[in-house]
């Protein structure tokens, strides 16, 4: 298996790849591309009135100070009735959650589940319209800090998908 990690070896025109066999006989192989964008460049999904699933995330405020409370609200629109969906929302490198424990939000009908890298929400059934999470971090440090994109993606449908662009959370101490 070989393995090219360097980005020079990349260019706009693409590279070619070439196997040989030297033995007769059935062989089988495979090739993986990644690409990496840097966090800054990531822009939210084409939100067009024809999209079946949108994302939104407002952070407020856009400034806070150690050892404040910042509210999270992740807006989820669905043209049509949708079954399990799985949202994913990266948590704040500088912040905790308020709520670390799993929880069910009756309001939504989701469940919440907390963990070191952000926050899964699972909705078994999403309806039509507007949905709306909301939750809560402590700021711990300061600096600014890149929050990933948040992502929703229907667990048995990967094609329904969207995610909301990059955020960044400037703290002073």
């Known amino acids: 298996m ?6 020079e070896c990349l260019t706009p025109t693409g590279k070619q790849l070439t196997f ?3 033995e007769a006989g059935l062989s089988f192989g495979s090739v993986r591309a990644r690409y990496r ?16 699933l949108k994302i939104t995330r407002t952070i407020e405020p ?3 100070k150690v050892g404040d409370t910042v509210a999270v609200t992740v807006i989820i629109e669905a043209a049509q009735p949708m079954e399990y969906l799985h949202v ?9 959650t308020v709520q670390q424990t799993p929880h069910w939000d009756w309001q939504s ?11 899964d929400v ?10 709306t ?5 402590k700021i711990t440090h300061a600096g600014e800090c890149n929050v990933a994109p948040a992502s929703a993606t229907l667990m048995y449908a990967p094609d329904f998908a969207a995610h909301t662009s990059v955020f960044t959370l400037s703290t002073n101490p």
């Open 88 to 96: 994913q929302v990266p948590r704040l490198a500088n912040a905790e």
């Open 122 to 131: 699972f909705i078994a059934n999403l309806p039509r319209g507007v949905t």
């Open 62 to 64: 856009s400034t806070a």
């Open 133 to 137: 999470l909301r939750y809560q971090w």
């Open 37 to 52: 964008l840097p966090l800054k460049k990531v822009a939210q999904s084409a939100n067009n009135d024809d999209a079946a």
């Open 20 to 22: 040989t066999r030297t």
């Open 2 to 7: 070989a393995t090219l990690q360097r980005s």
């Open 109 to 119: 009908g989701a469940y919440h589940l907390p963990g070191d890298a952000g926050r």
